[in-house]
């Protein structure tokens, strides 16, 4: 378990929104003691998690919000910049979990990129995990 105090907020997109509490997020009820929801104020950038190794496969999340093409959560390679892996909430209020298959990039540094550049878009983001294996998710 972690906390988001080590991202960076691009944009005008502020630190605020890492809400201390998953009841602050309304409906939405995370697992732990940190969650990101940019429905509030029609928040607009990016939160970016400092580097990590990405040590297994797959990698999972609780994720909400909208179905939009520029409202997403993305795997990012450290070395290239490009993009490995990107789910979007899915058109969900509900927290859900989502699976990204990774494994092509297993051992690479990455970041986790919250985006969101749309106003009338929203995400919400809790409970990011590294996998060996993939999530059977029902």
């Excluded at 960076?8 to 890492?18: T, V």
């Amino acid at each position: 378990a972690g906390n988001l105090n080590d991202f960076e907020a691009r944009g005008p997109m502020s630190k605020a929104l890492l809400a201390a509490a998953p009841e602050s997020v309304g409906a939405a009820v995370g697992t732990g003691k940190h969650i990101v929801n940019t429905g509030d104020n029609k928040a607009v950038g990016e939160l970016v998690s400092r580097p990590f190794k990405l040590t297994e496969g797959f990698a999972s999340m609780l994720i909400g919000g909208s179905e939009h093409a520029e409202a997403r959560v993305e795997l990012v390679s450290e070395r290239s910049g490009q993009v490995l892996a990107s789910v979007s909430g899915g058109g969900k209020d509900e927290l859900h979990r989502a699976t990204m298959d990774v494994s092509p990039s297993k051992g690479e540094m990455v970041r986790l990129r919250l985006v969101d550049h749309a106003e009338d878009a929203h995400l919400m983001l809790d409970d990011f995990r590294l996998h060996e294996k993939p999530l059977v998710v029902k």
